[in-house]
C-alpha cells in the first residue's frame, strides 16, 4: 500500500478496498507434499495481510484497529511491532494479530540478534511446511521418504535456539517492568518533541531551512523515529556520507580523548625504545614503564 501526504500515512479506505472479503470454507486442497500437512483438509487459503505497528522509517504508527478489519475479511495478520514495543504497550489480549514478530534488543539493548515471532495457535495449525531441517523432527526415514515434525513452534525452529541468550530476554523484560513502560513512552515522545521543534529552527545564513524531515511533524501517533535530509543554501540534498564524515571529524577534534591519543603517539614516536605496557596498578598510581619495569602485578599486565 501506497503512503500519501506530508505526513506520508496510509489511507485506510484504499487499504480495505485492497482487501476484497475472502470466504473461508470448501474451495481448492492445497498442494501436498513431502511430510505432514498442516490445516485442514479442503479449507480455502487466507490471504495475509502484513504492516508495521510503527514504521521504521517515518515513525509512523498505524492503526492497531486493522488487525481486527482483515480478519473479518477473511484475511491472516502479520503484525510487525518490533519498531512499536520499544516505548509503547502492545496488548495482546487487545489485539489478537495471528502472527507478531519482536525484535528484543530493540526493546532492552541486549542480547542482539534474539527475537521473537508470537503465533496465535490456531493461525500455527494452519501453516504447512513441506521441508524440515536439524531441530524441526521427531524421526526421519531417508528410505521410506516420510518424516515426523515436532509439535507447535518447534516444528517451525530450525538448528539450536540461542539457549545462552534467552534468559537474558527475561531480565530484560522485568528491567522494563520495573522502568514502567508508560515511563519509558513519555520519556521518548517529549525528547521526539524537542527534536523534531530543534530541527525546524535549524537555518542558514540567509534564513534557507538546513533540515527536510519526513514523516509526521506533530506528536500524534507517531514514534521515536525521525527520517530527515540536510540540504545546502541552495535547497539541495547533502549527500549524508559527506554529514557523516565531517560530523566524525569535528567529534574527534573536539574530544579530550583524541588530543590525550595525539599525545601518546607523538612521545612514542619520540621513544620508540620504549613500551607501552603498564599493569592495572601502576595506572592507578599514573606511572608507566617498560613491562619488565612492572612490579606491582605481573601477571596481569595490559596494554595502557
Known amino acids: 500500500m501506497p503512503v500519501s501526504g506530508p505526513g506520508l500515512r496510509m489511507d485506510e479506505q484504499r487499504l480495505r478496498a485492497a482487501l476484497p472479503a475472502r470466504e473461508r470454507g470448501p474451495g481448492p486442497r492445497l498442494r501436498r507434499g513431502p511430510g505432514p500437512r498442516r ?37 491472516d495478520v502479520l503484525l510487525d511491532a518490533a519498531a512499536y514495543v520499544p516505548a509503547n504497550t502492545l496488548d495482546l489480549s487487545r489485539y489478537h494479530p495471528d502472527f507478531t514478530v519482536v525484535s528484543w534488543y530493540k526493546v532492552f539493548g541486549h542480547p542482539t540478534g534474539v527475537g521473537s515471532l508470537i503465533a496465535r495457535r490456531d493461525a500455527l495449525a494452519r501453516l504447512r511446511r513441506p521441508w524440515f531441517s536439524g531441530g524441526t523432527i521427531y524421526a526421519v526415514s531417508a528410505q521410506a521418504q516420510w518424516h515426523v515434525l515436532a509439535d507447535d513452534e518447534a516444528a517451525f525452529e530450525d538448528g539450536t535456539v540461542n539457549f545462552l541468550s534467552v534468559p537474558d530476554v527475561t531480565a530484560g523484560l522485568e528491567w522494563i517492568d520495573n522502568i514502567g513502560m508508560d515511563r519509558v513512552h513519555a520519556h521518548v515522545t517529549a525528547l521526539t518533541g524537542q527534536l523534531l521543534a530543534g530541527l525546524r529552527e535549524l537555518r542558514h545564513s540567509d534564513g534557507s531551512p538546513l533540515v527536510r524531515t519526513y514523516g509526521p511533524v506533530d506528536l500524534v501517533a507517531r514514534g521515536g523515529t525521525v527520517a530527515l535530509n540536510l540540504l545546502g543554501a541552495d535547497g539541495g540534498v547533502i ?17 579530550p580523548w583524541h588530543r590525550v591519543g595525539c599525545a601518546r603517539q607523538h612521545a612514542a614516536k619520540s621513544r620508540p625504545w620504549r613500551s607501552t605496557w603498564s599493569c592495572c596498578a601502576c595506572r592507578r598510581r599514573g606511572l608507566s614503564g617498560s613491562r619488565s619495569a612492572c612490579r606491582h602485578s605481573p601477571g596481569t599486565s595490559r596494554r595502557s
Request: proline share 6%; charged share 20%; no cysteine.
Open 39 to 75: 490445516g485442514r483438509a479442503g479449507e480455502r487459503p487466507h490471504g495475509l495481510l502484513a504492516y508495521p505497528a510503527q514504521s521504521n522509517f517515518t515513525g509512523v504508527q498505524h492503526p492497531l484497529t486493522w488487525i481486527a478489519a482483515a480478519q473479518a475479511r477473511g484475511y
Open 239 to 255: 549527500d549524508e556520507r559527506v554529514a557523516a564524515s565531517a560530523t566524525r571529524a569535528r567529534a574527534r577534534r573536539r574530544s
